[in-house]
């Protein structure tokens, strides 16, 4: 290229060679003409093997074709032609090795006519060093991140500082946290930075974002055209978003069973987000979905103790009701038998028995929120359980509501109370015909569910499951009052047509069998209800009873600490043909049971006064009389008292309030079976 008469031409050439970066010169078509000796050992050539090569060869494969694009445009534009020092690009070696280096690149017009030369210079430490920097910027961020969601009391505020910290770390204006509801499918922005409140509206509401948050399909870690085809992603469906922004990183919050949402950050720089960066806020995503993750642990945590403490308030209340409902029933009986065949009192005695059984309907629903209702589980065929309850819907909901139930054969039996699992799906359909006014469809389902290890599903134990669906395209529920319906007397019906007992009955009754209660709605687009209970060990079909006698002769020690109730128990007992004798507490009875052998069976309340249960009764009677048959009552039951009742095996409750019918029927039953064993 230099003239060999120049006398400069030395000079020159030794000025190229002692430049302290990579030299090379190329001409109009990208060919190599000019190298110096750093640019050979930089690039791992031999002597003069880079002449005569395109420059497009010192670049890696996926950048070739848009670098002769680029070159092109370059050298057309000769009024456009500098560069200056400072542009960053990737280098390949002989060796296929790729580095980062730094290019100045200048215009030279020669004799041959205009060549281009690049001083190049190895940035692989600087690059080292800088990247060391930022990542220690960024551990920095994440640490202070972490500090204070760790010690925060609003949460609303520290999520906000999240979008700020992330945007002041990344040195970007924009940034925002979009969560997916968690009883629908919509979005909703949590926080947000620097984004005008139309683009946050577009977020929330698109369903190609819906879709996105779902799926999860654009994550971090992935190769740059698909963070590329994030910022194409939010063009097309926001096309309000400003043109300023030149890419973007959509980096997900993992949940237990999938994403619960996205951290959305966008930037004025075109490949931006390298992988460093994408890392930093894919960590960030793993810390806020850590502290949503224990906000609504804590959230639940607070809603059962708050339940708790109400189930313990509401248990304590319907002992000492059912109690005084045994009192009132009984002597409502006791005088339906004493006064004449008038028809005037026979009816006010009938309308007061109503009331008693109302009462002890509410009772036995507080029970059962409360988790304290003694529950009577046997395999039930769940085909015909649906079979019967949709036929018997069908004639109670109305011919507005079309009630339609599926189950196929292959569902296991469920191993529930029939009669409380029966109540919680009338219930559930009651509620759902409230909320179709104008009439609607109700489907009632049931299909097998099986958990075989703990981290399939942690809401329950491993184990095969019936899930009963109850779902209605009804008017749904707002998520202010979703928050709500599992509390007891929270209602949204107008006065005297509900307790606010319904939901929250069911509720205890799944949680005491051992299941599930879940609920989703959705406004204007209905309600679902499901409910996970065990499935029986064996569907095998239970033989019926005979009906046994309800009357008989023998001699009952009655053991109830309230003096009315006894007394009810007592006189109930004489009616049928018993003899009776009675005890007000635990150490009376057992005097009388050393000084009469006579006894033959013990009928006693679970709750007695001395600090002694009715458990602890038949136990010590049955050191001295192993087989004396023992019939319990309670209006609280033992469940709430910790109690091991293995020992007694299978045994007989009577609940509170009984009707005489009921006490001859249990004593009957209790006495024919001891005495056959």
């Given at each position: 290229?230099?003239?060999?008469?120049?006398?400069?031409?030395?000079?020159?050439?030794?000025?190229?060679?002692?430049?302290?970066?990579?030299?090379?010169?190329?001409?109009?078509?990208?060919?190599?003409?000019?190298?110096?000796?750093?640019?050979?050992?930089?690039?791992?050539?031999?002597?003069?093997?880079?002449?005569?090569?395109?420059?497009?060869?010192?670049?890696?494969?996926?950048?070739?074709?848009?670098?002769?694009?680029?070159?092109?445009?370059?050298?057309?534009?000769?009024?456009?032609?500098?560069?200056?020092?400072?542009?960053?690009?990737?280098?390949?070696?002989?060796?296929?090795?790729?580095?980062?280096?730094?290019?100045g690149?200048?215009?030279?017009?020669?004799?041959?006519?205009?060549?281009?030369?690049?001083?190049?210079?190895?940035?692989?430490?600087?690059?080292?060093?800088?990247?060391?920097?930022?990542?220690?910027?960024?551990?920095?961020?994440?640490?202070?991140?972490?500090?204070?969601?760790l010690?925060?009391?609003?949460?609303?505020?520290?999520?906000?500082?999240?979008?700020?910290?992330?945007?002041?770390?990344?040195?970007?204006?924009?940034?925002?946290?979009?969560?997916?509801?968690?009883?629908?499918?919509?979005?909703?922005?949590?926080?947000?930075?620097?984004?005008?409140?139309?683009?946050?509206?577009?977020?929330?509401?698109?369903?190609?974002?819906?879709?996105?948050?779902?799926?999860?399909?654009?994550?971090?870690?992935?190769?740059?055209?698909?963070?590329?085809a994030?910022?194409?992603?939010?063009?097309?469906?926001?096309?309000?978003?400003?043109?300023?922004?030149?890419?973007?990183?959509?980096?997900s919050?993992?949940?237990?069973?999938?994403?619960?949402?996205?951290?959305?950050?966008?930037?004025?720089?075109?490949?931006?987000?390298?992988?460093?960066?994408?890392?930093?806020?894919?960590?960030?995503?793993?810390?806020?979905?850590?502290?949503?993750?224990?906000?609504?642990?804590?959230?639940?945590?607070?809603?059962?103790?708050?339940?708790?403490?109400?189930?313990?308030?509401?248990?304590g209340?319907?002992?000492?009701?059912?109690?005084?409902?045994?009192?009132?029933?009984?002597?409502?009986?006791?005088?339906?038998?004493?006064?004449?065949?008038?028809?005037?009192?026979?009816?006010?005695?009938?309308?007061a028995?109503?009331?008693?059984e109302?009462?002890?309907?509410?009772?036995?629903?507080?029970?059962?929120f409360?988790?304290?209702?003694?529950?009577?589980?046997?395999?039930?065929?769940?085909?015909?359980?649906?079979?019967?309850?949709?036929?018997?819907?069908?004639?109670?909901?109305?011919?507005?509501?079309a009630?339609?139930?599926?189950?196929t054969?292959?569902?296991?039996?469920?191993?529930?109370?029939?009669?409380?699992?029966?109540?919680?799906?009338?219930n559930?359909?009651?509620?759902?015909?409230?909320?179709?006014?104008?009439?609607?469809?109700?489907?009632?389902?049931?299909r097998?569910?099986?958990?075989?290890?703990?981290?399939?599903?942690?809401?329950?134990?491993?184990?095969?499951?019936?899930?009963?669906?109850?779902?209605?395209?009804?008017?749904?529920?707002?998520?202010?009052?979703?928050?709500?319906?599992?509390?007891?007397?929270?209602t949204?019906?107008?006065?005297?047509?509900?307790?606010?007992?319904?939901?929250?009955?069911?509720?205890?009754?799944?949680?005491?069998?051992?299941?599930?209660?879940?609920?989703?709605?959705?406004?204007g687009?209905?309600?679902?209800?499901?409910?996970?209970?065990?499935?029986?060990?064996?569907?095998?079909?239970?033989?019926?009873?005979?009906?046994?006698?309800?009357?008989?002769?023998?001699?009952?020690?009655?053991?109830?600490?309230?003096?009315?109730?006894?007394?009810?128990?007592?006189?109930?007992?004489r009616?049928?043909?018993?003899?009776?004798?009675?005890?007000?507490?635990?150490?009376?009875?057992l005097?009388?049971?050393?000084?009469?052998?006579?006894?033959?069976?013990?009928?006693?309340?679970?709750?007695?006064?001395?600090?002694?249960?009715?458990?602890?009764?038949?136990?010590?009677?049955?050191?001295?009389?192993?087989?004396?048959?023992?019939?319990?009552?309670?209006?609280?039951?033992?469940?709430?008292?910790d109690?091991?009742?293995?020992?007694?095996g299978?045994?007989?409750?009577?609940?509170?309030?009984?009707?005489?019918?009921?006490?001859g029927?249990?004593?009957?039953?209790?006495?024919?079976?001891?005495?056959?064993?």
């Amino acid at each position: 290229m230099f003239s060999k008469q120049a006398p400069d031409a030395n000079l020159f050439r030794a000025l190229f060679e002692a430049a302290p970066d990579a030299m090379i010169v190329v001409d109009r078509r990208g060919i190599i003409v000019l190298t110096n000796a750093h640019a050979e050992r930089l690039f791992g050539y031999e002597a003069d093997a880079l002449t005569g090569l395109q420059v497009e060869a010192l670049l890696p494969a996926a950048l070739r074709q848009a670098h002769i694009a680029h070159r092109d445009r370059y050298t057309s534009h000769p009024r456009e032609r500098t560069m200056g020092a400072g542009y960053e690009l990737t280098g390949v070696r002989a060796d296929g090795q790729s580095f980062p280096v730094e290019i100045g690149l200048s215009p030279i017009v020669a004799s041959q006519g205009t060549l281009y030369a690049a001083s190049i210079r190895d940035i692989s430490e600087t690059q080292r060093a800088r990247q060391a920097l930022e990542r220690a910027r960024f551990d920095t961020a994440i640490a202070q991140m972490s500090r204070r969601l760790l010690v925060a009391t609003i949460n609303e505020k520290a999520i906000d500082e999240v979008t700020e910290l992330v945007a002041t770390t990344l040195g970007i204006r924009a940034a925002a946290i979009i969560l997916s509801h968690p009883h629908h499918r919509s979005l909703h922005v949590l926080a947000s930075t620097g984004l005008p409140q139309a683009v946050l509206e577009t977020l929330s509401g698109d369903p190609a974002m819906r879709d996105t948050v779902r799926n999860e399909t654009l994550q971090v870690g992935e190769q740059p055209p698909l963070q590329n085809a994030a910022i194409e992603f939010l063009r097309k469906i926001c096309p309000s978003l400003s043109s300023d922004y030149q890419d973007a990183a959509l980096v997900s919050l993992p949940d237990r069973h999938g994403p619960m949402g996205l951290l959305l950050a966008l930037a004025p720089q075109k490949d931006y987000f390298d992988r460093d960066r994408l890392n930093f806020l894919q960590s960030v995503g793993n810390i806020v979905a850590a502290f949503i993750q224990r906000g609504r642990s804590e959230e639940q945590l607070g809603h059962s103790q708050r339940l708790d403490a109400l189930g313990q308030l509401t248990g304590g209340i319907a002992h000492d009701f059912n109690n005084l409902l045994t009192v009132i029933s009984g002597n409502l009986q006791l005088l339906e038998a004493d006064i004449p065949d008038d028809p005037s009192p026979r009816k006010t005695l009938a309308s007061a028995s109503r009331a008693v059984e109302r009462g002890a309907a509410l009772t036995r629903k507080l029970l059962t929120f409360s988790r304290r209702q003694h529950l009577l589980p046997r395999a039930v065929h769940t085909v015909q359980l649906l079979a019967d309850l949709s036929e018997m819907l069908g004639r109670t909901l109305g011919e507005r509501i079309a009630v339609t139930a599926e189950c196929t054969n292959e569902v296991p039996a469920v191993y529930a109370d029939e009669g409380e699992l029966e109540a919680a799906l009338i219930n559930l359909a009651l509620n759902a015909r409230d909320a179709m006014p104008r009439g609607g469809r109700l489907a009632i389902t049931a299909r097998s569910y099986n958990v075989a290890h703990a981290e399939e599903d942690t809401r329950l134990a491993p184990g095969s499951y019936v899930v009963f669906t109850v779902s209605d395209k009804g008017e749904g529920i707002p998520p202010n009052i979703l928050e709500h319906v599992l509390e007891p007397f929270f209602t949204t019906k107008e006065a005297g047509r509900g307790s606010g007992l319904g939901l929250s009955m069911v509720y205890g009754f799944v949680k005491q069998s051992g299941g599930h209660f879940n609920i989703e709605s959705q406004v204007g687009f209905g309600t679902r209800v499901e409910l996970f209970l065990p499935a029986a060990p064996s569907a095998a079909a239970e033989e019926a009873a005979p009906s046994p006698s309800r009357r008989g002769h023998e001699s009952i020690l009655v053991v109830e600490d309230e003096p009315e109730v006894r007394r009810v128990s007592v006189a109930f007992l004489r009616t049928l043909g018993y003899l009776p004798s009675e005890a007000g507490d635990a150490v009376t009875a057992l005097e009388q049971l050393r000084k009469h052998r006579n006894i033959d069976l013990l009928f006693t309340d679970i709750v007695l006064g001395g600090g002694m249960t009715g458990f602890e009764l038949a136990a010590k009677a049955r050191e001295r009389q192993p087989h004396l048959p023992v019939l319990f009552t309670s209006g609280y039951e033992y469940a709430s008292m910790d109690i091991d009742t293995r020992a007694f095996g299978a045994f007989e409750l009577l609940r509170k309030p009984y009707r005489r019918e009921q006490l001859g029927a249990a004593v009957r039953r209790v006495l024919d079976r001891d005495n056959s064993a």
